[in-house]
C-alpha cells in the first residue's frame, strides 16, 4: 500500500516555474515506477512524465512538455518531483502524482496506475 500527497501547485504567469512535490508513504517507495499526470474539465487524464524506480531513466509525453517539465525522485525522501519551467496557460490542470501498478513499466495510462494522489491544481494564466 502506498499513499500519495501531492502539493507545490498553485497560480502562476505564463513563462514562470513551478515544482511540485509527492510525498509517499511506506518503505517500499524505491521499488515504484512513478509519475505524473494532468486532468482538465471534460477530459481525460493525460500522462506527463515518469521515473523508474532508481530515477535513472525517465519518459515524458510529447513534445508539448519535453525539455520544459523534468521529472526526478528522492527515495531518501520518499519524495517524486516535477518541475515545470515555461509554463504555458495550455499547461493548466490538476495534477496528479501516480505510483505505477507494475514495478518494471513506466505508468503511462491510467490502466497502469496502482495508486493515485489527490490532485494538485495548478493553473497558468496569460
Known amino acids: 500500500q502506498v499513499q500519495l500527497v501531492e502539493s507545490g501547485g498553485g497560480l502562476v504567469q505564463a513563462g514562470g516555474s513551478l515544482r511540485l512535490s509527492c510525498a509517499a508513504s511506506g518503505r517500499t517507495f524505491s521499488s515504484y515506477t512513478m509519475g505524473w499526470f494532468r486532468q482538465t474539465p471534460g477530459k481525460e487524464r493525460e500522462f506527463v512524465a515518469a521515473?523508474?524506480?532508481?530515477?535513472?531513466?525517465?519518459?515524458y509525453t510529447d513534445s508539448s512538455v519535453k525539455g520544459r517539465f523534468t521529472i526526478a525522485r528522492d527515495n531518501a525522501k520518499n519524495t517524486v518531483y516535477l518541475q515545470m519551467n515555461s509554463l504555458k496557460p495550455e499547461d493548466t490542470a490538476v495534477y496528479y502524482c501516480?505510483?505505477?501498478?507494475?514495478?518494471?513499466?513506466?505508468?503511462?495510462?491510467?490502466?497502469?496506475?496502482?495508486?493515485w494522489g489527490q490532485g494538485t491544481q495548478v493553473t497558468v494564466s496569460s
Open positions: 501516480a505510483a505505477g501498478r507494475d514495478r518494471l513499466i513506466f505508468p503511462t495510462t491510467p490502466r497502469s496506475v496502482g495508486y
Open positions: 521515473i523508474n524506480w532508481s530515477g535513472g531513466s525517465t519518459y
